[in-house]
């Protein structure tokens, strides 16, 4: 079985303009949410969608989602934790009891505000956890990255070949993913202190491989990228 | 739905758009599989079409000839996940056939083509086949083909004894093999020029060099497949060696005007006829002759030169350029 986690946990503190959070708000049409739903509800490999939000905007969530087609494909809206990590934790809780995970169960977990995922990268995505067990979505960074602990003194320039931008989708077998959250739980790791989960899957020596991003794969934060997405779709409809 | 679309804007370059693709009851939502490349896209991409020509369809999405998986039916009459052929005319009303209604519209010549991640189309612009295999890319070439026979038929005046096919580029190979499948007692002669083409040509009578011809070779009709330059020899030579009252079929495609000897016309009162795409019954007749003649699949099978997969905007630069080097068709797997 291959689920999707759609992460939308966020509160979105970052778009001033609005008060409600970021990827339930409109671009063009339809709200930032439903697009990205869109690409996983058409994919034919991806079975069952798990929506993670917020607990306060669970019901609104389920309200607006009854507006919209899922052609047929099973869904449920769950509550997200604090953060990424916790979320993709909670996922797995609750796929383990309400279907208990089997030995090829996969979970392809995307941010709900890239709504510019294509079916490649889904595809890639289920085809590289097929074969290595996790996947992550990389892109080459244009701008070189620097090193500041305190923010006014540089530390260090890495170098530049070797830097990755990390996008979503995020991509586990789950039977590893279970595997790996109970050694954690067991040792005590907090999920809710480790925004990216990748770093602890490494720490804990589990191998992760890359698919190539998109740079339009980009991330709704702010006001300035929502006009930067509004102005990609203004294209002549299809 | 966000999709996306790769146009090309200008000769060797495309550039991809993203835009909301409007769905209704009657569409049905594809993303392509395979797609072959046409020599009509081939002069789109190169530049060699004339420039007042390049400024009005650019930017224009290229490849007509596709076939999809369907990703939902909107009016759920089609499984998702089934595999379908895509007709890239978009007919206007009207009573002549529907591919030379002056308002038809057709994919990369004019309208976008299907070179896109996903799409919507009216139903009856997907016809579903029966798997994914790759030879039903070549349903577009063949209802073009399948198109001119009927066409053909309905207005020869002698027998269909023998034919002679001018060409020995793709739409020459698959017109001799229609030819073969429509009429399997004819004589079906394959004119052209290059060896190592001409020797695919095997369901064929006789391959014939077209610089090395029986002397007592004639042919009761004639199918002109070579465009460009080469269709002013080609017709030269038909009208030299077509029967009286037979019926010359042109397919090739042409830039240029060329010169035709109006006096043998007349002399041998000969039919031309014009043969341009083809329309949605033509494209399931191709389609049922695929399902149905083993043969036909299999031959069809060796039209291909190349299968390139498609996975980043160069893998499509890569697939135009490659394209030219082979003899015949470049078939791209979608994997954008």
Not at chain 1, 106 to 128: S, V
Not at chain 2, 5 to 29: F, N, P, T
Not at chain 2, 65 to 79: F, K, M, R
Not at chain 2, 170 to 199: E, H, N, Q, W
Request: hydrophobic fraction near 40%; proline fraction near 3%.
């Amino acid at each position: 079985m291959i689920y999707a986690g759609i992460l939308a946990a966020g509160i979105g503190t970052r778009m001033h303009r609005q008060d409600m959070p970021k990827q339930f708000l409109p671009l063009g049409e339809k709200p930032i949410l439903i697009h990205t739903l869109e690409q996983f509800i058409v994919n034919q490999k991806i079975e069952k969608i798990l929506i993670i939000v917020p607990d306060e905007w669970k019901l609104y969530a389920e309200d607006m989602l009854l507006q919209y087609d899922f052609m047929g494909k099973e869904y449920v809206v769950i509550s997200g934790g604090v953060n990424k990590t916790e979320s993709i934790g909670t996922s797995v809780d609750y796929i383990d009891e309400m279907w208990q995970i089997k030995e090829n169960d996969i979970l392809i977990a995307h941010d709900a505000i890239r709504p510019f995922i294509t079916q490649r990268l889904i595809d890639e995505h289920i085809e590289t956890v097929k074969k290595y067990g996790a996947a992550n979505t990389a892109m080459v960074t244009n701008d070189a990255i620097l090193v500041s602990k305190n923010g006014t003194l540089l530390d260090e320039v890495p170098n530049h070949q070797h830097l990755y931008a990390e996008q979503t989708p995020q991509s586990y077998s789950l039977v590893k993913l279970k595997e790996f959250l109970k050694k954690i739980k067991d040792r005590g790791v907090p999920l809710h202190n480790e925004n990216e989960l990748p770093r602890l899957w490494l720490k804990e020596k589990y191998e992760m491989r890359l698919v190539r991003g998109e740079y339009f794969n980009m991330k709704i934060i702010n006001p300035y990228d929502l006009e930067v997405a509004e102005a990609l779709l203004k294209e002549r409809s299809a | 739905m966000i999709g996306r679309i790769y146009r090309l804007i200008d000769a060797k370059r495309i550039e991809m758009k993203q835009r909301e693709i409007k769905c209704s009851d009657d569409s049905v939502l594809v993303k392509p599989s395979y797609m072959a490349i046409c020599a009509a896209d081939q002069r789109y991409y190169l530049g060699k079409r004339k420039k007042e020509i390049m400024r009005e369809k650019l930017p224009m999405a290229l490849i007509h000839e596709a076939t999809g998986t369907v990703l939902h039916d909107y009016g759920g009459q089609l499984e998702n996940g089934k595999k379908v052929v895509l007709v890239p005319l978009e007919a206007a009303e009207g009573k002549e056939k529907a591919n030379y209604r002056t308002n038809s519209k057709f994919a990369s010549s004019g309208n976008d083509g299907f070179m896109r991640d996903m799409f919507a189309l009216p139903r009856n612009r997907v016809i579903p086949v029966k798997n994914d295999s790759v030879v039903y890319v070549f349903s577009e070439i063949l209802s073009v083909a399948l198109s001119a026979i009927s066409v053909f038929e309905s207005t020869r005046r002698t027998n269909p004894n023998a034919f002679g096919v001018w060409g020995d580029g793709s739409m020459g190979f698959v017109m001799c093999l229609a030819l073969r499948c429509k009429y399997p007692d004819a004589k079906i002669y394959s004119f052209g020029k290059t060896v190592r083409k001409s020797r695919k040509f095997s369901f064929v009578t006789k391959t014939v060099y077209i610089d090395n011809v029986p002397p007592d070779l004639v042919v009761d009709h004639a199918f002109e497949c070579v465009g460009d330059a080469g269709s002013e020899i080609a017709i030269r030579q038909i009208l030299k060696l077509i029967l009286p009252q037979g019926t010359i079929s042109l397919l090739g495609v042409n830039e240029d005007a060329v010169l035709v000897n109006t006096r043998k016309i007349l002399e041998k009162g000969l039919i031309i006829i014009g043969n341009s795409r083809s329309d949605e019954a033509d494209f399931r007749e191709a389609v049922k002759l695929i399902q149905e003649n083993e043969l036909c699949k299999k031959y069809l099978r060796i039209l291909i030169s190349e299968i390139i997969e498609v996975k980043t905007e160069d893998d499509i630069y890569h697939a135009f350029d490659q394209d030219v080097l082979n003899d015949f068709k470049t078939v791209i797997k979608w994997a954008l």
